[in-house]
């Protein structure tokens, strides 16, 4: 079979809704796509579970220290599920997990922009765990149906527990909007501060790159940045409204008519400065990643019986 | 000092979420050893008890067919083989009860 004749083939699979394995013949482009995309992910899920980490032992009683723990050990999971089938498809490009590793420490993979922003209150933990996970369930839930099917299929699991983080995170914040005025404007200070990250959430509106169209055409990814932020506050804004917090923005509101959601563009200058690693804990939480993955090289040995050849 | 690193293994996970339940395909991970790999499957697909039992095996060692075009399986009739190519029993049995003296 030719080349164009496999391309043909290929896309009329997907066209006809069939998924792709990993041992099925793709275009080059195809693969290199998908796995920037499944890495950033998975390199989200890791690097994600760091803001979280630092609440372990500061939360407030055994039951909510018990839920952060599980929710932490989940995203540390999602990320092993990921880079397995991350795995799968890099290995005629010769790469590894260690490849993923080391891109991820060195600065040259990306991974969310949320998560280069600290989390200074407790407040900030239900907002993560409320709107961060709501937001990365959009954009997951939307991958649920991706042309690559073992992407598709852990991504099941993965929607699954972070709908249960989504009601951890909304139970910590309808607990404090409950509370005393303090804990009440502790809330609303994290929500302030989380607002413009979780708009970023979603990419630039409106971007048609050749890259995100024939993405969007082979089926990888699904949705366009807009949609999904549209789908957010769709879901979340009025949700965030009834229990009287206030996004900080004056703009704010739905259109009657279109019912599209009107809103304030955020400043994606320093969406951009994010992406190029320069949030404001970028450095800090990569260089705790580094830091994580050569302590415990010894660990890996261990484990993959690697012999100390004298 | 040199290293000599020895390759993880692919494993392919299977688990049981009842008893008299098939065992499905959860996904996949790399372990140096069986016993790791139960360790981490057991972490990975079952924090939330989801299954009661677990399987691994080794993917080099599943016999596989080829993956057929899905199309082209279902474009051949087979209404033979299938319980719906058989409704017509209904409308028979009506018939033969017309024709009853």
Redesign the interface.
Same mark, same amino acid.
């Given at each position: 079979m030719t080349d164009q004749a496999r391309l043909e083939a290929f896309e009329a699979k997907i066209a006809?809704g069939?998924k792709i394995?990993s041992?099925?013949w793709m275009p080059e482009l195809y693969r290199k796509q998908a796995l920037r995309l499944i890495l950033t992910h998975a390199n989200s899920e890791l690097m994600g579970a760091l803001p979280e980490r630092e609440w372990i032992p500061r939360a407030p009683g055994m039951h909510r220290k018990l839920a952060v723990l599980?929710k932490v050990?989940?995203e540390i999971?999602h990320a092993?599920?990921i880079y $397995?089938v991350a795995?799968?498809l890099a290995r005629p490009l010769g790469l590894t997990?260690d490849d993923f590793m080391q891109d991820l420490i060195s600065g040259k993979a990306k991974f969310h922009n949320v998560f280069s922003y600290p989390a200074p209150t407790w407040a900030d933990v239900g907002v993560i765990a409320w709107l961060v996970d709501g937001a990365a369930l959009v954009t997951q839930g939307a991958l649920l149906r991706t042309s690559y099917g073992p992407y598709g299929?852990?991504l099941r $699991?993965i929607c699954a527990e972070e709908a249960i983080h989504l009601k951890h995170g909304e139970d910590i914040v309808l607990t404090l909007a409950a509370g005393t005025a303090d804990q009440r404007q502790m809330l609303q200070d994290a929500l302030s501060r989380w607002w413009e990250p979780l708009l970023h959430f979603f990419g630039p509106p409106d971007e048609v790159s050749p890259n995100t169209e024939q993405m969007v055409r082979w089926g990888i990814r699904l949705k366009s940045n807009e949609e999904m932020r549209q789908e957010f506050l769709q879901n979340y804004a009025p949700k965030i409204l009834e229990i009287g917090l206030l996004p900080p923005d004056p703009g704010l509101r739905k259109d009657p008519v279109s019912g599209v959601w009107q809103y304030t563009q955020p400043n994606w200058d320093v969406f951009w400065k994010v992406v190029r690693g320069d949030g404001p804990k970028t450095k800090e939480r990569l260089e705790l990643r580094r830091m994580a993955y050569e302590d415990q090289l010894w660990v890996r040995?261990a484990?993959?019986?690697?012999?100390?050849?004298? | 000092?040199?290293?000599?690193?020895?390759?993880?293994t692919?494993y392919e996970v299977f688990g049981q979420t009842d008893r008299g339940e098939p065992y499905v395909q959860?996904?996949?991970?790399?372990?140096?050893?069986p016993e790791?790999g139960l360790m981490?499957a057991r972490?990975?697909?079952s924090?939330r008890g989801e299954v009661i039992s677990l399987w691994l095996v080794e993917r080099q060692e599943i016999h596989a067919t080829e993956?057929l075009d899905?199309?082209l399986i279902r474009g051949t009739d087979r209404t033979y083989r299938m319980g719906e190519g058989y409704r017509v029993t209904v409308e028979k049995r009506q018939r033969l009860r017309r024709v009853k003296p």
């Amino acid at each position: 079979m030719t080349d164009q004749a496999r391309l043909e083939a290929f896309e009329a699979k997907i066209a006809g809704g069939e998924k792709i394995e990993s041992d099925d013949w793709m275009p080059e482009l195809y693969r290199k796509q998908a796995l920037r995309l499944i890495l950033t992910h998975a390199n989200s899920e890791l690097m994600g579970a760091l803001p979280e980490r630092e609440w372990i032992p500061r939360a407030p009683g055994m039951h909510r220290k018990l839920a952060v723990l599980a929710k932490v050990q989940d995203e540390i999971g999602h990320a092993q599920l990921i880079y $397995r089938v991350a795995e799968d498809l890099a290995r005629p490009l010769g790469l590894t997990r260690d490849d993923f590793m080391q891109d991820l420490i060195s600065g040259k993979a990306k991974f969310h922009n949320v998560f280069s922003y600290p989390a200074p209150t407790w407040a900030d933990v239900g907002v993560i765990a409320w709107l961060v996970d709501g937001a990365a369930l959009v954009t997951q839930g939307a991958l649920l149906r991706t042309s690559y099917g073992p992407y598709g299929r852990i991504l099941r $699991r993965i929607c699954a527990e972070e709908a249960i983080h989504l009601k951890h995170g909304e139970d910590i914040v309808l607990t404090l909007a409950a509370g005393t005025a303090d804990q009440r404007q502790m809330l609303q200070d994290a929500l302030s501060r989380w607002w413009e990250p979780l708009l970023h959430f979603f990419g630039p509106p409106d971007e048609v790159s050749p890259n995100t169209e024939q993405m969007v055409r082979w089926g990888i990814r699904l949705k366009s940045n807009e949609e999904m932020r549209q789908e957010f506050l769709q879901n979340y804004a009025p949700k965030i409204l009834e229990i009287g917090l206030l996004p900080p923005d004056p703009g704010l509101r739905k259109d009657p008519v279109s019912g599209v959601w009107q809103y304030t563009q955020p400043n994606w200058d320093v969406f951009w400065k994010v992406v190029r690693g320069d949030g404001p804990k970028t450095k800090e939480r990569l260089e705790l990643r580094r830091m994580a993955y050569e302590d415990q090289l010894w660990v890996r040995q261990a484990v993959r019986g690697t012999h100390h050849v004298a | 000092m040199s290293h000599e690193p020895v390759e993880e293994t692919v494993y392919e996970v299977f688990g049981q979420t009842d008893r008299g339940e098939p065992y499905v395909q959860l996904g996949s991970l790399p372990a140096a050893d069986p016993e790791m790999g139960l360790m981490l499957a057991r972490e990975l697909f079952s924090r939330r008890g989801e299954v009661i039992s677990l399987w691994l095996v080794e993917r080099q060692e599943i016999h596989a067919t080829e993956r057929l075009d899905g199309d082209l399986i279902r474009g051949t009739d087979r209404t033979y083989r299938m319980g719906e190519g058989y409704r017509v029993t209904v409308e028979k049995r009506q018939r033969l009860r017309r024709v009853k003296p």
